[in-house]
RNA sequence: GCCCGAGUGGCGGAACAGGUAGACGCAACGGACUUAAAAUCCGUUGAGGUUUUGACCUCGUGCCAGUUCGAUUCUGGCCUCGGGCACCA
């Protein structure tokens, strides 16, 4: 052939890798055929895999990418491997960002919301996602909200959602409040801007009375959830034991009693001054026609003039003043003097503390600053020292303690508790720094809260027969501070249903984090008309098994899901106190050592990619970049390289089938009489050399994938064992003549690579699939399985050491008993220059791996 | 400050029960093909040294100790980075 014609032979468009061409064309026929879908029947094991679902910003964003092409190869392998995948798709469509963005542009939330839709579907579909498309759930239509509401009154009911006032963060940039959770030091989860407090009348679910379920029950999730995930949890939740310890203020005319909390009861004897948080009511009882009313009103205004963020800051200087007045001791009748103090916060504990500076660093610092006694009643040996340097926080012997002494300060805590309770002066208390979440916001584009309020009859429920309260669309939505609903003399006004007097709505909606907290349950009956979720369908899917997303929700999402799913376990709706068994945190994608962000300009979309080489390049390096649990950076020629592979890939595949179809399987089996199977040939020793390392290779790469993607999420690892198979089969194909090459080797080699590859590049495996003369999809075909005893080495490179140091290696074969292996060490030249004329102290022989010669 | 996690070539990373450190890929270099380039294929690539050119030796997984015949892996201490909590009593 002359180069002319060679040339002209690699140009023809079904010789070279067109990704474009092929994923077009197999994304249309999947569409008809309806391969995305991986349900098949019950009589098969469920699974239920799920990937936290997008909010629909437009296109998807490289994060998105990885969590959902993490999701997709594990829901696909599991398809495959003949469980019945639940692997659904929805979008988390309420939320702020569409609306300042209407704000800024004018389009509506609602229209942008469904556009962005719109364009997050296609894109998915684009990059090969398995999901079941005809079961989308959008939560902020109707039929989806209606049951966020319904939510909202179960919990009402259940006396789990509440309106109260409070002190609560407010975001002045998203114009409304913001749960705790969404405060991430100190500024706006959403929008970064700093987040001041208020004092405000809010919607608040009661999480905290499910803290100690939350903190108990993640043994159910230890094994399936990485620890640190459960760790960040439990440091939110913040439990604490100690006790409340009852002061009695020293008052003549009243009995006022302020109770504290602290963890270190048994440091009540160095008690030597007392805080009450500068806000706490009795502040102004207590100085009231008091020389020292002037001074602490002072020291109060200067104290509240500092921001939360300043003043829960260990940098700021302590300051505080006298009250002028004293409260008991309650263990040893002491006279206290009573303070006020900027560390001390009204809203932990009782907001007043009994203040031990001998061992405790902040009440240390404060009775430096005032010159306050300090006085020691722990001691590291038992002994009184002379003057602390320090604060000393850890345990030790009680002294200075009245009847305590010599006890240690474990158990003592033990004994001044129940003293207290036996007294009536206290009792044991476990503190939470979880906080009640707050639920309601003042925006739009939210669901609205079903409660009206009435003259008459008061805070009442929207009767589930009105649900849902429908959000309007023709609203001023411009933030002012005010609910925009509160605008909206439509929605506003309504008739009492219990008096059928005129009423008013609540006007505002909900954190869309309620939203996110059934969505999962939703999905296994997307289109149930009469409940939030058919009982049978979710007893059959849930709980999801496998859970996929990003950890920035461990204090969010994730442990209001945990929540909500126990109050419905509490109200018998479901029956697991867990929702997801398993979690699996992706990392993110960076680029250039930093996020990926629109301000800074450093984004690579996935469109980018998959337009310019094709989606299965953008899969399949999104997953070799790195473990998928860590945050890696992106980079364009490791792009390049997986784009590269899949072109290698083409070659090896299509040099293949074109010897296939020159050595027809029946043409050669016309010359034996056996049947051929390479597994018969593997075991009757009819492979060669390189033929056996070939057929071994696939087998070990077979069992490697298979374990990689489904018991280690090890995708990187999994896809280099693939380009190890690949880079064999190319040497063979290079190595051995057309004429003595083996086709059932050629045939299931290829075949088995296209299967592994399957999950990870739908569409270049499928197109490849069907060139080797396949009628069905690929994505139908089970899962490879691997033969142990083809897989086994049978021989094993032992290595030989002198006192831990490598000097020979041999290959040996497996199972070799332990006498043998050390003869062959000790015949090894190298081995015995080493030993040369000294002394053989220790021989270790571990079989399958080395000998250890040790000598002196 | 307290609590987690991580530190391995020029780079991303591998070594999944204490047993060959550096799989696989990127980058770089050399070669083949080509008039040339691109693409592709093959090879080399931790550092230092010896060298009869076949190879051989020493060092090397953040640092310092320890346990062990043997440590990237286990223990203790330290350093750096990342994350969580944080005047939380």
Redesign the pocket.
Known sequence: MD?MERKKEEFQSDESYNAKEIEEKWARVWEKTGVYSLKSDRSKPKYYVLEMFPYPSGEPHMGHARNYTIGDVVARVLARKGYNVLHPIGYDAFGLPAENAAIKSGIHPKDSTMANINKMRKALKRMGMSYEFADEIITCEPDYYKWTQWFFLLFYKMGLAEKKRAKVNWCNSCQTVLANEQV??GRCERCDSEVTKKVLAQWFFKITEYAQRLLDDMKLLEGGWP??VL??QR??I?R?E?AIVNFRLLDDSKDIVIP?????PDTLYGVTFFII?PEHPLVDEIVKDSDYRKEVERVKEIILKQSDIE????E???IGCFTGRYVINPLNGEKVPVWIA??????????A?MAVPAH?E?DF?FAQKYNIPVREVISPDGKEHEKLAKAYVDEGIMINSGIFNGINSVEGRKKIVSYLEENNLGKFTI?Y?LKDWLISRQRYWGAPIPIIYCDNCGTVPVPEKDLPVLLPYNVDFRPTGMSPLSYSEEFVNTICPECGQKAKRETDTMDTFVCSSWYFLRYCSPHYEKAPFERSEVDYWMPVDQYIGGI?H??MHLIYARFFTKVLYDAGLVNFKEPFIKYFPHGVVNLGGQKMSKSKGNIVNPSQIYNKYGADTLRLYIL????AD????W?D??V???Y??L??LW?LVVANIKFLQKNSIEEKCKSTSVVLDCKNQFMNGELGKLEKELYRKLHQTIK?VT??VL??F?F??A??AI??LV?LM??YN?TVSDDKKNVLLIKESTEKLLVLLSPIVPFITEELWSRMGKQDSIHRVSWPTYDEEVAKEELV?I?F?V?????D?KDLPVDMPPEEMEKEALNSE?VRKFIGSREIV?K?V?PN??V?I?IK
């Open positions: 180069r991430i030091s620890e640190r760790t960040i440091n939110w913040g604490s100690g504290i909390f602290t963890t270190r948080a003043r829960s800051s260990t700021v200087e302590k900027n560390y001390v916060l009204l809203e932990y504990g009782t907001g503390i405790d902040r610092e503190n720094k920035e461990a204090t070799f970049i790195g473990p860590s945050i890696v950076d980079s020629s490791g390049e390289g997986a590269r592979f072109g290698r070659r490697k374990q990689d018991d280690r090890s990187n690892t896809i280099s380009m190890e880079n190319y040497k290079d490179t290595i050491q006192n831990g140091k490598l000097r290696k190298k220790k270790i571990v791996k080395l250890n040790v």
